[in-house]
């Protein structure tokens, strides 16, 4: 018979030592927090600093965006889209950066959008950090 123990399982009370997959050694550690940790301390020493690490700029969202994206919320813009996007935005980009670049995009192409839909693949990701062999 398997048993199977969460994370929260204090080690005491297991039959095996969790031992995690050697992959897990390769992993890197967040680095844009330790930038904003440097920023912030060149902030103090006056030093004037524009916020772009963590992707949270040191600015307010523009009135008319926030008019916007309440309106969308108002009129049911509430659920997921598409996990490639939505094909009127995908449409947009590609004819900007054509016009913009002088490069052939089409909405097709799949390098127009990289991005996934929300936490899917985070189980996965998980699920791997555990799994030897």
């Known amino acids: 018979m398997r048993?199977?123990?969460?994370?929260?399982?204090?080690?005491?009370?297991t039959t095996h030592?969790?031992?995690?997959?050697?992959?897990?050694s390769?992993?890197?550690?967040?680095?844009?927090?330790?930038?904003?940790?440097?920023?912030?301390?060149?902030?103090?020493?006056?030093?004037?600093?524009i916020h772009l690490e963590i992707g949270e700029p040191d600015f307010d969202t523009p009135a008319n965006?926030?008019?916007s994206a309440v309106g969308a919320l108002r009129q049911g813009w509430t659920h997921y889209g598409p996990s490639?996007?939505?094909p009127q935005l995908r449409q947009a980009i590609a004819e900007?950066?054509?016009?913009?670049?002088?490069?052939?995009?089409?909405?097709?192409?799949?390098q127009l959008c990289g991005c996934q839909a929300g936490a899917d693949p985070a189980p996965r990701r998980d699920g791997l950090s555990l799994r030897r062999g």
Request: charged residues 25%; positive net charge.
């Open 84 to 86: 490639p996007g939505l």
């Open 26 to 49: 390769r992993l890197g550690t967040e680095t844009a927090f330790e930038v904003l940790v440097k920023a912030r301390a060149l902030e103090a020493q006056g030093k004037s600093v």
């Open 3 to 13: 048993r199977f123990y969460t994370l929260m399982t204090p080690v005491s009370e």
């Open 96 to 110: 900007h950066i054509s016009r913009s670049r002088g490069v052939t995009v089409t909405p097709d192409d799949d």
């Open 17 to 24: 030592p969790l031992k995690l997959a050697g992959r897990m």
């Open 65 to 67: 965006i926030v008019d």
